[in-house]
């Protein structure tokens, strides 16, 4: 994935978060992370999958979805039950990806 490919997806999810009043992008992780409420919700990659912070109780349901896999911040290294890489592929139309950021919001509601 290009740097306009990124952006693209980026612009995907602004839209179907239009009715996120407090939502701002920032530099995170080699990619653009979505944050609401000043926390992170998802992370648009440059390799065109997201990395999506999830309820932990909820990762082994959501792993098993297509395309879903333990996050991991280089080789082996898991960043732990909250954060799930979710291949391009798995996104590709806006159902798919309004399915992952409804997991992600609905985790995010819960943090204060």
Not at 57 to 69: H, Y
Request: aromatic share 4%; net charge negative; hydrophobic share 45%.
């Amino acid at each position: 994935m290009n740097y306009l490919e990124q952006a693209e997806l980026v612009s995907r999810i602004r839209g179907l978060l239009t009715h996120e009043p407090s939502l701002r992008e920032v530099a995170m992780f080699g990619g653009k992370a979505i944050m609401i409420n000043d926390k992170m919700v998802v992370c648009a990659m440059r390799s065109g999958n997201l990395l999506v912070r999830i309820a932990p109780e909820r990762r082994e349901e959501l792993v098993a979805r297509p395309g879903a896999t333990q996050a991991e911040m280089g080789a082996g290294r898991s960043m732990g039950p909250s954060w799930l890489s979710v291949v391009a592929e798995a996104i590709a139309d806006d159902d798919q990806l309004s399915g992952w950021l409804d997991v992600a919001l609905e985790y995010n509601r819960t943090l204060t």
